[in-house]
């Protein structure tokens, strides 16, 4: 069977991630069309991805133009514009085409209330590590849409990351874990380098440190699943009276351990709020 025609409607940080992943595992440039806003970003973009990318700048209807065709519609502008994209395609769609929304906040109701009945519907919560081969992605189902689809937009996910189908009222849950999550671990090693510098290493030095160091932590941790955990591992580290017992005092006397998951919990708040919001707007 041939790669699904995919359209990536806007092609920034996060469907910019989910193309490089697509491409990387095979999927042909000529089986996926994207728009962006800017003439100028798109040029960039075509010429960074070997594919075609319409501006809306340069032609109003370049979203029309782009998912004429389309077995699967990728959402990637901001939340507050998805609903406003929906009504804009709607009868441009073909009937089978799955309209899929990488947009924090905006549900399954909202884009199916601007959509033609029936359209198929899937919203999902992706991480930009899909980049590189090992993102994440949550996926919760519109009301029209089959088993089959889920399958279909399912795969073009699984050959850059793990892909998890859940109950769409998971899905702030799981932006707060994964979908911001990466940007925890950047933070970490931003201040792991700096306290580097601080005591005297080269800055370039002390990046690669960082940046090795949570590379090869992640690995551990996925690769030790079922065997150990992060906690486990983490003792692992920490001989008794030794450096790593001081580092993870100070980390708990500062209160890290409840500042963490008070982040975690406060994006996945942030993601209700902007639902209300969007939903107030009419
Ligand atoms: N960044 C992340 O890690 C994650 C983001 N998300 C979600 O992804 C979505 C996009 O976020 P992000 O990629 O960070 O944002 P960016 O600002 O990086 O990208 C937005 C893209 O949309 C384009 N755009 C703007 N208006 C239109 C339009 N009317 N038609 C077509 N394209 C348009 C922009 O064009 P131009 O290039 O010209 O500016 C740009 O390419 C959000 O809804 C966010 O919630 C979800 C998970 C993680
Ligand atoms: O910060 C945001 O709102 C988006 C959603 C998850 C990651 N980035």
């Known amino acids: 069977m041939s790669a699904p025609k995919i359209a990536m409607l806007g092609l920034g940080s996060m469907n910019g991630a989910i193309l490089a992943g697509l491409l990387s595992g095979g999927h042909p440039v000529e089986q996926v ?3 962006t806003r800017s003439a100028s970003s798109a040029q960039a973009k075509a010429e960074q991805y070997g594919i075609t990318v319409l501006a809306e700048e340069s032609a109003e209807d370049a979203n029309l133009q782009a998912v004429r065709g389309a077995d699967v519609v990728v959402l990637g502008v901001k939340p507050h514009q998805i609903v406003d994209v929906c009504a804009q395609i709607k009868d441009a769609l073909a009937p089978r085409a799955v309209v899929t929304s990488v947009a924090a906040a905006v549900t399954v109701k909202m884009m199916e209330s601007a ?10 919560m992706p991480n930009t590590p899909l980049s590189v081969g090992l993102g994440v992605v949550g996926l919760a189902a519109g009301t029209s849409t089959t088993p089959a689809q889920v399958q279909q937009v399912s795969e073009l996910f699984a050959a850059s990351g793990s892909v998890h189908v859940l109950p769409e009222s998971q899905i702030d849950a799981l932006t707060g874990v994964a979908g911001s999550g990466p940007a925890y ?11 580097g510098v601080e005591m005297g290493l080269d800055p370039e030095l002390a990046a690669d440190l960082a940046a090795q160091t949570l590379y090869g932590a992640g690995r551990m941790l996925v690769q030790n699943r079922g065997s150990a955990d992060a906690a486990q591992l983490r003792r692992n580290v920490t001989s008794p009276n030794g450096t790593t017992q ?11 351990a409840a500042t ?23």
């Open 185 to 195: 671990a950047f933070y970490l090693a931003e201040h792991m380098a700096a306290a």
């Open 115 to 124: 959509l033609n009945p029936d359209q198929p519907v899937i919203r999902t």
């Open 33 to 35: 069309v994207a728009t």
């Open 260 to 282: 963490i998951r008070a982040g975690a919990q406060a994006s996945a708040r942030r993601a209700a709020e902007i639902t209300e919001q969007l939903s107030s707007r009419g």
């Open 246 to 256: 001081r580092a993870i005092e100070t980390f708990d006397d500062a209160g890290m």
